[in-house]
């Protein structure tokens, strides 16, 4: 549970655990699965709906050997169904992609990583960066597979009737010649905002048409609306635009910016975004408003650690990202946030 039931007692909170089907801004209610409705007259109704991990539009990416992570559950069912040292195809090489295929290794499952990159993350991080993420990869016996762009996913029959869990056969992920064979196939290829309750609702969206938009504060175009997290596209205090960010911190601060809103306090979403990512033993820190760079300097440290400092056209600092560098971290948010210039 999120929650323990004292504390929902304790803090007047009442879970009610079924879906909404649609909100009404007007009358300020939200009609519920189980025939139920709830009011917020006087109140404040809070999207956050987060988001759903998206699936190539491809053949055979509905196949039951292709899993997607977001919730626990379903990595208890990814690993439930792998036979010891069966083979996985993760089609990905962002952070989740980069986890998961590290993890899947020392597990003992040879695991091929597919990325449509040059190398991992090379458009968001930067070519030097993406490639000490290659030799990472590499060191943990991974095989990574860059350039691929995937074609197909097949169903390879052929396997014994007794064969174990999962079904006879299995997965072919074809990237054009080349063909990979996996038992299951984990496709972490990035996520899409669940906006479809704000949609039908006339809830107005940000200009791609893809999130909620908000103002800083966290407040839709309709007078008793909010969203924060991964739906919202919200106007950041600092920055002087609006981001979104898929980050489970920044969504815990846009959920305390609308509590404060909807309490009537004044309150805005000023923190720079950022989160940590462990791949194997080796942690990253990374902290930027997101949305691009226009040059990077990558400086090494003594025992492997490194800094990449992401600057702007005009030379300001929009990005940090540490390994063993803490302090550069800590101190790379705080330059992000004054709109000081890159070091």
Do not use: N
């Not at 809070?46 to 977001?70: I, K, M, N």
């Not at 609308?258 to 009537?264: E, I, K």
């Amino acid at each position: 549970p999120l929650a323990s039931e004292r504390w929902l007692r304790a803090h007047d909170v009442r879970l009610v655990a079924t879906r909404a089907l649609a909100l009404d801004p007007a009358a300020r209610t939200v009609a519920l699965a189980d025939g139920r409705e709830l009011g917020y007259a006087g109140g404040h109704c809070l999207l956050a709906t987060g988001a759903e991990p998206a699936r190539l539009p491809l053949q055979g990416a509905d196949d039951p050997r292709v899993r997607v992570l977001r919730t626990l559950a379903q990595l208890r069912l990814l690993v439930q169904r792998l036979r010891p040292e069966a083979p996985v195809a993760v089609i990905g090489s962002g952070f989740i992609g980069c986890e998961a295929a590290v993890s899947l290794r020392r597990r003992g499952h040879p695991v091929t990583l597919l990325s449509a990159e040059p190398a991992p993350q090379a458009a968001r991080l930067g070519e030097e960066v993406a490639a000490r993420l290659s030799t990472w990869l590499a060191l943990e016996g991974v095989e990574l597979r860059a350039g691929a762009e995937i074609d197909a996913i097949e169903h390879e029959a052929g396997a014994p009737d007794d064969a174990p869990s999962p079904a006879p056969g299995a997965a072919v992920v074809r990237a054009g010649d080349a063909a990979v064979r996996a038992e299951l196939v984990v496709m972490a290829v990035g996520v899409r905002p669940r906006i479809e309750l704000a949609r039908a609702a006339g809830i107005a969206l940000a200009d791609d048409g893809g999130a909620i938009a908000t103002d800083a504060a966290m407040r839709t175009g309709h007078a008793g609306v909010l969203a924060a997290g991964d739906a919202a596209r919200a106007q950041h205090a600092l920055a002087g635009r609006p981001l979104r960010v898929e980050h489970w911190g920044d969504a815990l601060t846009q959920g305390a910016v609308a509590g404060r809103t909807a309490a009537g306090a004044q309150a805005r979403w000023d923190e720079v975004p950022g989160f940590w990512s462990t791949i194997g033993e080796r942690t990253l820190k990374h902290a930027a408003w997101g949305d691009g760079h226009a040059r990077v300097r990558v400086e090494d440290h003594p025992g492997g650690g490194f800094t990449a400092w992401y600057g702007d056209e005009d030379g300001r600092l929009v990005g940090v990202l540490a390994h063993d560098a803490d302090d550069d971290y800590e101190r790379g948010r705080t330059l992000i946030a004054q709109g000081a210039s890159a070091p």
